[in-house]
T-cell receptor, first 115, second 114 residues
Framework: KAGVTQTPRYLIKTRGQQVTLSCSPISGHRSVSWYQQTPGQGLQFLFE???????NKGNFPGRFSGRQFSNSRSEMNVSTLELGDSALYLC??????????????FGPGTRLTVT | AQSVTQLGSHVSVSEGALVLLRCNYS??????LFWYVQYPNQGLQLLLK??????LVKGINGFEAEFKKSETSFHLTKPSAHMSDAAEYFC????????????FGIGTKLQVIP
């Protein structure tokens, strides 16, 4: 069974631009969560989607947004990029929502560099 | 509110030696606890999780962790380190029930010396 896939794997953008990252969950998984990973802050939760609805949200500014499609694929968007947005963005999927009770499977991440 | 503290951002052990990675948690309700491993250029992989059943949890690759409520700890151990264990390890906590978020620790990089 194919794992979680994320595209692109690497991305370089300039301050002020916007970026869209994509995540395809494991077949049959309907919940997708997004995380930002940086050396100083570790993993920080961005948001979780289930059945095309945002179920949970972390403490990030409104520049960070996401959505989920009917096939469970998810995208996250970051507008007006800042240098501090440089990070590894990880996507995780699970069968059902509720990260505490349902095992999450992580993708390899998208490495975003903002210059 | 919930939080996780991982003691030691870098840990070095000799091949064949005991691995001990420390994790203390804070949670206002009974927690779920997790250990994840991340190899370079990869996502996280679940090693083991505690969900209020047995306090000693066995995971993959020979790792285990013991839930100690009195010490609010969930330390990860492995009797004998292998070179392939070199990676970054994350402890995480979640409140049980509902759409609860998982909070991750800052991570501990394990170096295995031959």
């Amino acid at each position: 069974k194919a794992g979680v896939t994320q595209t692109p794997r690497y991305l370089i953008k300039t301050r002020g631009q916007q970026v869209t990252l994509s995540c395809s969950p494991i077949s049959g998984h309907r919940s997708v969560s997004w995380y930002q990973q940086t050396p100083g802050q570790g993993l920080q939760f961005l948001f979780e989607y289930f059945s095309e609805t945002q179920r949970n949200k972390g403490n990030f500014p409104g520049r960070f947004s996401g959505r989920q499609f009917s096939n469970s694929r998810s995208e996250m968007n970051v507008s007006t990029l800042e240098l501090g947005d440089s990070a590894l963005y990880l996507c995780a999927s699970s069968r059902f929502p509720g990260q505490g009770t349902n095992e999450q499977y992580f993708g390899p991440g998208t490495r975003l560099t903002v210059t | 509110a919930q939080s996780v503290t991982q003691l030691g951002s870098h840990v070095s052990v000799s091949e064949g030696a005991l691995v001990l990675l420390r994790c203390n948690y804070s949670s206002s309700v009974p927690p779920y606890l997790f250990w994840y491993v991340q190899y370079p250029n990869q996502g996280l992989q679940l090693l083991l999780k505690y969900t209020s059943a047995a306090t000693l949890v066995k995971g993959i690759n020979g790792f285990e962790a013991e839930f100690k409520k009195s010490e609010t700890s969930f330390h990860l151990t492995k009797p004998s380190a292998h070179m392939s264990d070199a990676a970054e390890y994350f402890c995480a906590v979640s409140s049980s029930g509902g759409y609860q978020k998982v909070t991750f620790g800052i991570g501990t990089k394990l170096q295995v010396i031959p």
